[in-house]
T-cell receptor
Framework: NAGVTQTPKFQVLKTGQSMTLQCAQD?????MYWYRQDPGMGLRLIYY???????DKGEVPNGYNVSRLNKREFSLRLESAAPSQTSVYFC????????????FGQGTRLTVV | GQQVMQIPQYQHVQEGEDFTTYCNSS?????IQWYKQRPGGHPVFLIQ?????EVKKQKRLTFQFGEAKKNSSLHITATQTTDVGTYFC?????????FGTGTSLTVIP
C-alpha cells in the first residue's frame, strides 16, 4: 500500500521549459490536491480536484494547469517555468474534500534557473 | 490572502520545556486539522477537531478548538528531541482546508 506517490523527487528546469509532475494514490480517495511550500508561506493550494472529472483553482493557480486523468491520478503541469515557481510541491489526497484528513506524497523539489 | 494565521513562526525550546502554537481564522471554521512535518519530510496528519470547545489529547500533545470555532491551539508538554519539526494547522471555513503558515519547533538537548 504505497499511499500517495509523486514523481519526480527532484527536478531542475531552465526558465521557459515545461514539465509535468505526476501524482497517484491507491487509497480510492475522491479528492486530490496540489500544494506548493515556500519558506514562511506554509502550504498554499494550487489546484484541487474534489472528485473525478472536476478540477478547480486554489489560492495560487497562475502558471499551472492540472489534469485529473482518472480517480487515481492527478498531474500538475508547468507550461513555461519561471524562477518564481522554484518550490517544493506536494500532492495530497483525501476521501472527502474539507472533511477528512489529507495524505501527502513525498514532495517534488523543483528549481527553476 | 492567508485565511488561517499561525503564530509563532519559530520556537526554540530546551528539551523538557513546554511548547504552544496558535492558529487563528477570521471566519468560523467547520473543523480544524493539525499536521506535523519533520525536516525534509512531508506533512503527516495528527488530529481533527470538529466541535466547539473540543479538547483532545495524544500522549504529551493537547489540542483545543475555540468556543467560537475561530481559533485552535496545540500544546506539547515536556518537549523531546523527537518533537522537532513544523506544525501546521489547516482550517476549513467551507469545503476546503487552508493551511496556516506553520510553527517550526527546535528542541535544544
Amino acid at each position: 500500500n504505497a499511499g500517495v506517490t509523486q514523481t519526480p523527487k527532484f527536478q531542475v528546469l531552465k526558465t521557459g521549459q515545461s514539465m509535468t509532475l505526476q501524482c497517484a494514490q491507491d487509497m480510492n480517495h475522491n479528492s486530490m490536491y496540489w500544494y506548493r511550500q515556500d519558506p514562511g508561506m506554509g502550504l498554499r493550494l494550487i489546484y484541487y480536484s474534489a472528485s473525478e472529472g472536476t478540477t478547480d483553482k486554489g489560492e495560487v493557480p497562475n502558471g499551472y494547469n492540472v489534469s485529473r486523468l482518472n480517480k487515481r491520478e492527478f498531474s500538475l503541469r508547468l507550461e513555461s517555468a519561471a524562477p518564481s515557481q522554484t518550490s517544493v510541491y506536494f500532492c495530497a489526497s483525501s476521501l472527502r474534500q474539507g472533511v477528512t484528513e489529507a495524505f501527502f506524497g513525498q514532495g517534488t523539489r523543483l528549481t527553476v534557473v | 490572502g492567508q485565511q488561517v494565521m499561525q503564530i509563532p513562526q519559530y520556537q526554540h525550546v530546551q528539551e523538557g520545556e513546554d511548547f504552544t502554537t496558535y492558529c487563528n481564522s477570521s471566519t468560523t471554521l467547520s473543523n480544524i486539522q493539525w499536521y506535523k512535518q519533520r525536516p525534509g519530510g512531508h506533512p503527516v496528519f495528527l488530529i481533527q477537531l470538529v466541535k466547539s470547545g473540543e479538547v483532545k489529547k495524544q500522549k504529551r500533545l493537547t489540542f483545543q478548538f475555540g468556543e467560537a470555532k475561530k481559533n485552535s491551539s496545540l500544546h506539547i508538554t515536556a518537549t523531546q528531541t523527537t518533537d522537532v519539526g513544523t506544525y501546521f494547522c489547516a482550517g476549513a471555513p467551507g469545503n476546503q482546508f487552508y493551511f496556516g503558515t506553520g510553527t517550526s519547533l527546535t528542541v535544544i538537548p
